[in-house]
C-alpha cells in the first residue's frame, strides 16, 4: 500500500515540505489545484526530492488543452525523473465556466476524449 500526504501549494515552502514527506517515509506528496496551479509547487518537491512521488490529486482538465496539459506534465515528469503521478477532474459547472472561462458540457464524454488525446500526444512524443 502506498500511503500520500497533502503538500502546501505555497511555493515558498513547498520544497521543504516535500522533503519532510520523503524523509518521514511518504509515497507520494499530493497538490490539489484549489486556489493555485498544482504543477508549480510539485516542481519545487521534485528539486528538493529523490524518490517521493509527486501527485496532481486534482489538476483541473477542463481549465487547459489537452495540448498544454500533456505538455506540462511531460515536462514536469522528464525533470522529477518520472515520479509525477498526474491526476485529473473536471471541476464543476461554475467554476469551470465563471473561474476559467472555458465551455461546460457532457463532463464524462469530455473527459473521456480530454484522455484519448493526452494518450495520443504522449505516444506521438514517445
Known amino acids: 500500500?502506498?500511503?500520500?500526504?497533502?503538500?502546501?501549494?505555497?511555493?515558498?515552502?513547498?520544497?521543504?515540505?516535500?522533503?519532510?514527506?520523503?524523509?518521514?517515509?511518504?509515497?507520494?506528496?499530493?497538490?490539489?489545484?484549489?486556489?493555485?496551479?498544482?504543477?508549480?509547487?510539485?516542481?519545487?518537491?521534485?528539486?528538493?526530492?529523490?524518490?517521493?512521488?509527486?501527485?496532481?490529486?486534482?489538476?483541473?482538465?477542463?481549465?487547459?488543452s489537452p495540448m498544454t496539459l500533456a505538455q506540462t506534465a511531460h515536462d514536469l515528469n522528464a525533470f522529477a525523473g518520472g515520479r509525477l503521478v498526474l491526476g485529473l477532474g473536471s471541476q464543476v459547472r461554475p467554476h469551470i465556466e465563471r473561474r476559467f472561462a472555458m465551455p461546460w458540457g457532457k463532463p464524462a464524454a469530455r473527459m473521456r476524449e480530454f484522455i484519448s488525446a493526452m494518450r495520443a500526444i504522449f505516444a506521438c512524443w514517445h
Open 1 to 64: 500500500m502506498k500511503v500520500d500526504a497533502p503538500l502546501t501549494s505555497d511555493m515558498g515552502a513547498a520544497g521543504a515540505g516535500a522533503r519532510r514527506l520523503e524523509e518521514l517515509g511518504y509515497d507520494g506528496a499530493k497538490v490539489a489545484e484549489t486556489n493555485h496551479d498544482p504543477f508549480l509547487p510539485l516542481t519545487l518537491a521534485a528539486a528538493a526530492t529523490e524518490r517521493i512521488e509527486l501527485v496532481t490529486s486534482v489538476a483541473v482538465a477542463f481549465a487547459r
